[in-house]
């Protein structure tokens, strides 16, 4: 989608949402999760931990050979130009800690480790908690777990390979998803099936997190039809990301809002 393109939507949305905030939600357990996931702005003390070692990543000018199952684009970068171009920004990251924290979830799924910055922040919610992330470039694996290690998590499971042929068998160790963040491949017809696939893990609580759901007209199809699915009752559209719920109390309805 071209950047004007993009522009445009972007507006329109926040113009639909009105930065809502949560009014108009009537459902006690989606209006706390605005306010206590969405819009929470106070921060724990592992975010300046980690936005340190993000700050160091900017400096480090190793290069590595990343293989790109995503784009298909395998090439050499620098460690400093994966941290900042590939990552989610604080304020999403951030975001994934609270939703984790506040659904209380013990079982974590990541598509897309990369160099390990959001999985950092899930997992440091609670050394209690399970987090396996999935990651196809050896390269990029290999920097994320120096990344855990200095800053101690010990409750990632690191996954490398192509997610088409590493998430049935990791999700065949798994009992359940409570929450599970897409952020690998950034195209209709994997999305949809890695969705599918996690699917029969969920349960009630289970909440969905995509990534980039208008960074194209595919993902906007992807977003679409998972909208729609039979499984699917609440979803919050914040652009940049969708949030999707399967509690069959809750309306089946899009919320839009802004961050
Ligand atoms: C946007 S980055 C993840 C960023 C990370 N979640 C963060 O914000 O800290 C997406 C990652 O997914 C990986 N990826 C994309 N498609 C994949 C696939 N089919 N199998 C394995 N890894 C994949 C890429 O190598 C890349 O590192």
Known sequence: MNKI????????????????????????????????????????????????????????????????????ND?????????????????????????????????????????GLTTSYM???????????????????????????KLEIENIELVVGNIDETLAPTLSKLDKLDLVFFDANHQKEPVLKYFQQCLELSHAETVFILDDIHWSSSMEQAWCEIRKHEAVTATFDLFEMGIVFFNKNFPKKNYKMFL
Do not use: C
């Open 123 to 149: 997992a440091s919610v609670s050394k209690d908690i399970k987090v396996t992330s999935l990651e196809g470039s050896e390269a990029l694996a290999k920097i994320a777990r120096e990344n855990f290690e």
């Open 75 to 115: 090439r050499e970068s620098r460690v400093m130009d994966v941290a900042k171009t590939s990552l989610k920004k604080p304020k999403w990251a951030q975001l994934l800690f609270r939703a984790v924290n506040f659904t209380k979830a013990e079982n974590v799924l990541e598509l897309g480790t990369s160099l």
């Open 5 to 72: 393109k993009y522009a445009y939507k972007f507006l329109r949305h926040i113009l639909d949402a009105k930065n809502t905030k949560g009014h108009g939600i009537h459902s006690p357990y989606l209006y706390r999760f605005t306010h206590n996931a969405i819009y929470e702005k106070n921060p724990f003390y592992v975010f300046s931990q980690i936005e340190t070692l993000r700050e160091n990543l900017y400096y480090d000018d190793r290069k590595i050979f990343i293989k790109d199952y995503g784009t298909g």
